[in-house]
């Protein structure tokens, strides 16, 4: 790939996140010294942190591996960034992130023409759990997108279903790997069976289960695509929206009050006009799965079949507990 990037050509980026002494240099140190992965394009390695290792570029096959260093986050923005990697002439980036920063601000800092091609998390498995007690908000925001999530010096004194629980808690997507002092990986086969049958004439969704079927559509809708499902949500309507289309859903709670958000799906019904914004409906109908003006690109469509109306559950927030 040549070195001069043009806007229609994308910037890979591998990003590795996770906290202080989580193991993210040590991997990425091994990555660069392997000639699969360094067999001679241009790479910036960006640093967004000083951990306690430091890197050697000698033991890299090839030597077109350009550091740069971001210490403070103003400093993430798309111009800044482009600047970095044309003064390399690189042709990709390996970003090491800094755990203390939300992943957010990254994904909204990049260039345009810069994309994610793989998110791995990398967490030091005897201080995970407290890191999760006493600052689960940023073990959420780094465990929501990554395509993996490595456990570092893990022991088998430890209960992988409890890490796993945590992860699962935050998305069903994520691949889990136990790294042992020794070397030796394992890679996590626990089942996480559905609480509802997905394959049921009608999919029926409790009120306690609501928050996981919620990720889970939205991360695979095809799985329901042309399925018949019921649950409880409340409505919003809004002028803007088109005719006999609303939406339906939950305030749900990933880890703290802070990051409520209303988690809902699209829904057309022709007598839409009659519903009000807060109202609690039993819904059920059938999911479409196809482009829609609320998703901005595909996502699931709820054409409904049946409104009830209905009281508040016990618990209004609903959560992955």
């Known amino acids: 790939m040549p070195s001069n990037q043009t806007q229609n050509v994308d910037v890979p980026v591998y990003l590795f996140t996770g906290f202080l002494e989580g193991g993210k240099t040590t991997f990425i140190q091994e990555t660069l010294e392997d000639k699969r992965f360094n067999s001679g394009e241009k790479t910036m390695l960006l640093l967004c942190e000083e951990g306690e290792a430091e890197y050697d570029i000698s033991t890299f096959p090839c030597k077109e591996v350009f550091i740069r260093t971001i210490d403070d986050p103003e400093d993430l923005n798309p111009s800044h960034l482009e600047a970095l990697l044309q003064e390399c002439g690189a042709s990709r980036v390996v970003l090491e992130y800094n755990g203390m920063w939300q992943i957010s ?40 997108s990554c395509e993996l999530v490595v456990f570092n010096r893990f022991d088998s004194s430890m209960d992988k279903m409890e890490f796993h629980k945590l992860v699962r808690a935050i998305s ?23 609480p509802f049958d997905i394959n049921a004439p009608v ?13 889970d559509i939205m991360e695979d809708h095809k799985k ?27 305030h749900v709670m990933t880890c703290c009050v802070e990051d409520i958000t209303y988690s809902c799906i699209v829904a057309e019904w022709e007598k839409s006009d009659m519903l009000q914004s807060r109202q609690w409906i039993q819904v059920t109908g059938t999911i479409q799965v196809k482009k829609h003006k609320l998703y901005r690109g595909k996502g699931p469509v709820m054409q409904v079949q049946q409104v009830v109306m209905t009281s508040a559950p016990e618990q209004e927030v609903a959560t992955f507990y």
Not at 203 to 215: G, N, P, S, V
Not at 227 to 248: L, M, N
């Open 105 to 144: 601000q990254l994904f909204q800092s990049l260039p345009d023409n810069w994309a994610i091609y793989q998110e791995m998390f990398f967490a030091d498995a005897t201080t995970f759990l407290q890191y999760n007690a006493n600052m689960r908000s940023l073990v959420v925001d780094k465990l929501s």
């Open 172 to 194: 069903r997507r994520t691949n889990i790997a136990y790294e042992y002092a020794n070397g030796q990986v394992e890679y996590d086969d626990i089942e996480d069976p559905l």
């Open 203 to 215: 999919i029926e969704i409790a009120d306690t289960d609501y928050a996981l079927w919620y990720r």
């Open 224 to 250: 329901y695509d042309g399925k018949t499902v019921s649950f409880r949500g409340i409505v919003a309507t809004d002028s803007k929206f088109p005719q006999r289309t609303f939406a339906v859903g939950r």
